[in-house]
């Protein structure tokens, strides 16, 4: 088991950067796939970003791609999620997840078992 907790979120200007923190308790990251999610209203949650077990792989959604970096401090159990150039487009409700099943990078929201409570990221125009 593993509870996960982000924080960071917040209102931002378009064009400035934020940097989101998920902090694990219970087992380690290092035997978890991690991932980012977003939900803006109105719309489905989709994928942002992945990292898998080994912290050597990241996937990005085409959105994201250039701008966005997703990263693990293991000691920390911690795993981040470095947003720069932001646009309006990407409020929304940002949640981490995490697998002990597979070893990712994941980009399937159903495979991930644990989920964290969100932080809301704001971009104005």
């Known amino acids: 088991q593993v509870q996960l907790a982000e924080s960071g979120g917040g209102l931002v200007q378009a064009g400035g950067s934020l940097r989101l923190s998920c902090a694990a308790s219970?087992?380690?990251?290092?035997?978890?796939?991690m991932g980012w999610f977003r939900q803006a209203p109105g719309k489905e949650r989709e994928f942002v970003a992945a990292?898998?077990?080994?912290?050597?792989?990241?996937d990005y959604a085409d959105s994201v791609k250039g701008r966005f970096t997703i990263s693990i401090n293991n000691a920390k159990n911690t795993v981040y999620l470095q947003m720069n150039s932001l646009k309006p487009e990407d409020t929304a409700i940002y949640y981490c997840?995490?697998?002990?099943?597979?070893?990712?990078?994941?980009?399937?929201?159903?495979?991930?078992?644990?989920w964290g409570q969100g932080t809301q990221v704001t971009v104005s125009s």
């Open positions: 990292i898998d077990r080994s912290a050597r792989n990241t």
């Open positions: 997840a995490a697998s002990s099943r597979y070893s990712g990078p994941i980009i399937t929201s159903i495979l991930y078992g644990y």
């Open positions: 219970g087992r380690t990251f290092s035997r978890y796939a």
